[in-house]
T-cell receptor
Framework: GDSVTQTEGLVTVTEGLPVKLNCTYQTTYLTIAFFWYVQYLNEAPQVLLRSSTDNKRTEHQGFHATLHKSSSSFHLQKSSAQLSDSALYYC?????????????FGSGTRLQVYA | VTLLEQNPRWRLVPRGQAVNLRCILKNSQYPWMSWYQQDLQKQLQWLFTLRSPGDKEVKSLPGADYLATRVTDTELRLQVANMSQGRTLYCTCSGQGGISNERLFFGHGTKLSVL
């Protein structure tokens, strides 16, 4: 089966500094899409980024990620963290063999931005 | 715009008692409805995807037993039984294109606590 690994449970950063959340994956089958979801406190997860193209940078709300199939990675980055970015971030993937609506999520990384 | 109406938002469940959850789809363009659980460690896990009225599935996971039913094109239900640990259940919709690389939209979630 497939798996998604987010090595950091908690990342802390000072406001205005760059931040990077790591995501690597392992799949047996053809993986067709990768996602970053964000969950703010007491809210439901919502999609932040989506990509299915190797080596293409995807951007949204100041965050960016590039899928690198050669290293099985889809790290999330932002050049200048904001206090409002504090949340739980999930990396996820969908495989071609899975049913529509079935994503595999990593364990999540909590981002805490300090003033 | 809210795509999913999920209720109740929170339930206290006496140990050994089952609880029934309901999710209503507000936009028929996303007909693939799914259930996800988020455990106390915030791990998100896919449970079911049900597309057609009459579809039913059961699953047993550590800490709870599930029975999901697609009642109509717009209503999805979940019965949670034998729950030993609290969790949050999210209804999702996706699949405008009918393929598995579509993003998920999450409902507000139902937080279950064991009494």
């Amino acid at each position: 089966g497939d798996s998604v690994t987010q090595t950091e449970g908690l990342v802390t950063v000072t406001e205005g500094l760059p931040v990077k959340l790591n995501c690597t994956y392992q799949t047996t089958y053809l993986t067709i899409a990768f996602f970053w979801y964000v969950q703010y406190l007491n809210e439901a997860p919502q999609v932040l980024l989506r990509s299915s193209t190797d080596n293409k940078r995807t951007e949204h709300q100041g965050f960016h990620a590039t899928l690198h199939k050669s290293s099985s990675s889809f790290h999330l980055q932002k050049s200048s963290a904001q206090l409002s970015d504090s949340a739980l971030y999930y990396c996820a993937l969908s495989e071609g063999t899975q049913v529509v609506g079935q994503l595999t999520f990593g364990s999540g990384t909590r981002l805490q931005v300090y003033a | 715009v809210t795509l999913l109406e999920q209720n109740p938002r929170w339930r206290l469940v006496p140990r050994g008692q089952a609880v029934n959850l309901r999710c209503i789809l507000k936009n028929s363009q996303y007909p693939w409805m799914s259930w996800y659980q988020q455990d106390l460690q915030k791990q998100l896990q896919w449970l079911f995807t049900l597309r057609s009225p009459g579809d039913k599935e059961v699953k047993s996971l550590p800490g709870a037993d599930y029975l999901a039913t697609r009642v109509t094109d717009t209503e999805l239900r979940l019965q949670v039984a034998n729950m030993s640990q609290g969790r949050t259940l999210y209804c999702t919709c996706s699949g405008q294109g009918g393929i598995s690389n579509e993003r998920l939209f999450f409902g507000h979630g139902t937080k279950l606590s064991v009494l």
